[in-house]
């Protein structure tokens, strides 16, 4: 079955890095669109970021923009997150979330990781 499994998360000050992973099986990897979510404490969930198969194109919200990059290897079935000059309004729980439908466009989404989560606080 399909599993995503969300990895890297942690207690980090203002500035500062981390790198989020998201292990997969069950599934093509290399054949969908994988998007990165996050939910931050008493808010509702906020669309980070969307690669498509290939490394063609990402995407992210204004909010990560020039801060956050996304990346895939295909050759291991993992997505990932690069999370540079962290701000404490990044604080939240970054959710692996998997395209619906396989190919190189977007038509929803369909399995969630459990989630990772990032705290920035000094």
């Known amino acids: 079955q399909v599993q995503l499994l969300e990895s890297g998360g942690g207690l980090v000050q203002p500035g500062g890095s981390l790198r989020l992973s998201c292990a997969t099986s069950?599934?093509?990897?290399?054949?969908?669109?994988m998007i990165w979510v996050r939910q931050a404490p008493g808010k509702g969930p906020e669309w980070v970021s969307i690669i498509y198969i290939a490394n063609k194109w990402t995407g992210y919200a204004d909010s990560v923009k020039g801060r956050f990059t996304v990346s895939r290897d295909d050759a291991r079935n993992t997505l990932y997150l690069q999370m540079n000059s962290l701000k404490p309004e990044d604080t939240a729980t970054y959710y692996c979330?998997?395209?619906?439908?396989?190919?190189?466009?977007?038509?929803?989404?369909?399995?969630w990781g459990k989630g990772t989560l990032v705290t920035v606080s000094s």
């Open positions: 069950g599934f093509t990897f290399s054949s969908y669109v």
């Open positions: 979330v998997k395209g619906a439908v396989a190919g190189d466009h977007y038509y929803g989404i369909d399995y």
